[in-house]
């Protein structure tokens, strides 16, 4: 294997990962993103997410989610040495299609007016925590 294979990046500014994973991985001149949703680094609060005693969600905000989110992967590109704007690829997993589409459309209109990456956006029943929304990326890197 080439050096540039085990090349892995662990953010400092990123949430941790919730399993055994890095944040990204470099292969060649591609930084490939693991899935990264809006949680932020060191809390237990998730932006936008309203939790019961139980720890189930009872209500959400998919506007300060997809904010959240995408700051975060922001944080992993720019410390990976890549850039917002060399994002070439992005697969959205979403939660609750019919409910959150129109909005997060919306604000991801605001971060990728300029640089619109290919995309895909899909519904999943559950993500690993008490998230709606979550990213997975491709860019470029020199």
């Known amino acids: 294997?080439?050096?540039?294979?085990?090349?892995?990046?662990?953010?400092?500014?990123?949430?941790?990962?919730?399993g055994l994973y890095p944040h990204a991985r470099r292969v060649g001149n591609l930084l490939f993103l693991s899935g990264v949703g809006p949680r932020q680094r060191g809390a237990r609060a998730i932006p936008g997410v309203v939790l019961n005693e139980q720890g189930e969600v009872v209500a959400y905000d998919i506007i300060a989610q997809c904010h959240s989110v995408f700051a975060n992967v922001r944080a992993i590109v720019d410390e990976a040495g890549s850039s917002w704007d060399?994002?070439?690829?992005?697969?959205?997993?979403?939660?609750?299609?019919?409910?959150?589409?129109?909005?997060?459309?919306?604000?991801?209109a605001e971060?990728?007016?300029?640089?619109?990456?290919c995309r895909t956006t899909v519904e999943v029943g559950a993500l690993p925590t008490p998230i709606a929304i979550e990213l997975k990326c491709i860019a470029t890197i020199e």
């Not at 294997?1 to 919730?18: C, F, G, R, T």
């Open 1 to 18: 294997m080439s050096s540039d294979y085990k090349h892995v990046v662990h953010s400092h500014q990123a949430p941790e990962p919730v």
């Open 86 to 108: 060399r994002i070439v690829d992005v697969t959205v997993f979403l939660t609750d299609m019919r409910r959150d589409f129109a909005d997060f459309n919306r604000v991801y």
């Open 111 to 117: 971060y990728f007016r300029d640089t619109q990456p």
